[in-house]
């Protein structure tokens, strides 16, 4: 059965200190790993796609890499409004039409 | 941008009542999903649609249902609700299923069902 596991489940920082957030995963084949981040009460909202092992992705504070079994979250210097809860997912080859796995989510919250 | 649209951001109803939850993409999507999101157990799938009037069942499917009708519109219906379906409802969108692209999110459906 795939699975991912974030951890941790919440994260307090610091302003300005920088951290990793975690998304392991067990697949049969992976076909892409999916980064959201969610706001109290909204939707996810899309962060990055990554497909095979090495890659590698920027946004702003954050950089996403992906490993044969695990998904790194790192944030650099971040700042109050980078507080939220970080989702992974990952769609398996063998699944059809898109279904993703999602993880339980890491709440960060930054502290000024 | 992509934008998905939900049609109540809150939402209460009685044990029994019939549910219906709207959803609606500007973007010329073909595939439309519905999840609902609770504490501890994540985002679960409950249906998926590829195509107008397609439909396949997700993960969570019973107690309810689908119909999708024009391209941009996907509806999800409690034909009776029960209080154990009180949650965060999502609906998200995606272009397609060739190359591997993301799903975006609406804004979500907060139900209580009393």
């Known amino acids: 059965e795939d699975q991912v596991t974030q951890s941790p489940e919440a994260l307090r920082l610091q302003e300005g200190e920088s951290s990793s957030l975690n998304c392991s995963y067990t697949?049969?084949?992976?076909?892409?790993l999916f980064w959201y981040r969610q706001d109290p009460g909204k939707g996810p909202e899309f962060l990055f796609t990554?497909?095979?092992a090495g890659e590698e992705k920027e946004k702003e504070r954050l950089k996403a890499t992906l490993t044969k079994k695990e998904s790194f979250l790192h944030i650099t210097a971040p700042k109050p409004e980078d507080s939220a809860t970080y989702l992974c997912?990952?769609?398996?080859?063998?699944?059809?039409?898109?279904?993703?796995?999602f993880g339980q989510g890491t709440r960060l919250t930054i502290n000024p | 941008d992509v934008k998905v649209t939900q049609s109540s951001r809150y939402l209460v109803k009685r044990t029994g009542e019939k549910v219906f939850l709207e959803c609606v993409q500007d973007?010329?999507?073909?595939?439309m999903f519905w999840y609902r999101q609770d504490p501890g157990l994540g985002l679960r799938l409950i249906y998926f649609?590829?195509?107008?009037?397609?439909?396949e069942k997700g993960d969570i499917p019973e107690g309810y249902s689908v119909s999708r009708e024009k391209k941009e519109r996907f509806s999800l219906i409690l034909e009776s609700a029960s209080t154990n379906q009180t949650s965060m409802y999502l609906c998200?969108?995606?272009?397609?299923?060739?190359?591997?692209?993301?799903?975006?999110f609406g804004p979500g459906t907060r139900l209580t069902v009393t």
């Open positions: 998200a969108s995606s272009l397609g299923f060739q190359p591997l692209y993301e799903q975006y």
């Open positions: 697949v049969s084949g992976l076909r892409g």
């Open positions: 990554l497909y095979s």
């Open positions: 997912a990952v769609q398996a080859k063998a699944q059809g039409a898109q279904k993703l796995v």
């Open positions: 973007m010329d999507h073909e595939n």
């Open positions: 649609s590829y195509d107008v009037k397609m439909k």
